[in-house]
């Protein structure tokens, strides 16, 4: 990859502010969990995989703060990366557009990608695409052949004409122009209702290029849409994994103990080469194990000096982007604690909390127990503790025998 194709020219504005009056519900479709993991955050991490080099904002609603935050939380690295703050949106999307375009002036990219949030499948292809042909065009949006016939109606529903199927385009997003020509035509568009950003170029006089869209790249709308999203995304991922860890660390005098990323206060530490977080070395296990890949000590060797004290989070996160980057995903995580002392009970959600915000995964996909071994054994003279952790990992099918 050039350094061009990789998008250094070129930044992509999502439009995330729509309240989704046709979806239903309370949380806006663009920040709703398919398969687990907020639409926006899929769509953003689409982007930056296809333009690891190109500058990324979300337009969202000012209400919307804290679930875009969420969202975020939950995006590749590479896209974190690669975001500037939020542009927040206006009454109508045209607005939200040039609201966002305005965000970017500083930017200074040759390119803006414009994209609806909840087109989280365009792939890598078609927003590779859409730059190519806004650098060859200036304006270019991708477009799909009408299979149906197209009907205009009047204000009864009768209808009053058949256009020319071969004359008409289903068009998508993202669309794609030279930056100064959209920002100036959006400026001179503002206060009209334009359907789409090709629309607010077309007015302003600009040829617009159609170029390849894909089926694939569909918009969620309606709750039935989310659905079939679901059903599309997990229908891939097939191939169900299930890997165990287990963990023992020794006590030793301290003040805390790590569980789970979690500090809770006790009399004794664990004793370790990183933070000794037994639970957190049990769940990397668990999700090595569910790859097939190795284990925690293969992955940090003990042996390296740049994990002495390392927090165990950095294992755990490791893992789950191991679980990520093979296109699959953590659809469970178990872990039962083994200890007399200290209580894990009122820590339990604290715990469960921090080892999914680690995973990024929703908590309720975490589950922790905590069980003592009737003073039994070295768990029961509390000479150290247990972590046993099962993960369930959905992969694509197709993968590696
Ligand atoms: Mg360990």
Known sequence: MTASDAGADSCVLIVAAGRGSRFGGETPKQYRLLAGVPVLARTLTAFAAALPDAALSVVIHPDDLELYQTAIAATS??????????????????????????????????IVLVHDAARPFASIE???????AALAHGAAIPGLAVTDTIKSVDADGAVVATPDRAGLRAVQTPQAFDFD???????????????????VAESAGHRVHIFQGDPANMKITTAGDLTEAERRLSGDLTDVRVGQGFDVHAFEPGD????GGVPIPHDRKLEGHSDADVLMHAVTDALLGALA???????????????????????LAYAADRVR??????????????AERPKVGPYRDAIRERLAKTMKIPVGRVAIKATTSERLGFTGREEGMVAMATATVRLPAGEPE
């Open 126 to 132: 078609l927003i590779k695409a859409a730059r190519a």
């Open 181 to 199: 020509l959209l920002l100036s035509a959006h400026r001179a568009a503002a206060g009209r209702e334009l359907t789409d950003d090709a629309a």
């Open 325 to 338: 980057q093979r296109g699959g995903m953590i659809a469970h995580v178990d872990a039962t604690v083994v």
């Open 77 to 110: 690295d590479a896209a974190r990366a690669s975001l500037s703050p939020p542009a927040f949106g206006g009454a109508t999307r045209q607005d939200s557009v040039r609201n966002g375009l305005e965000s970017l002036i500083r930017k200074t990219r040759k």
């Open 256 to 259: 805390k103990v790590w569980l």
């Open 293 to 315: 890949d190795g284990d925690i000590g293969s992955h940090f060797p003990p042996s390296d000096p740049q994990w002495k004290g390392a927090a165990s989070s950095i294992f």
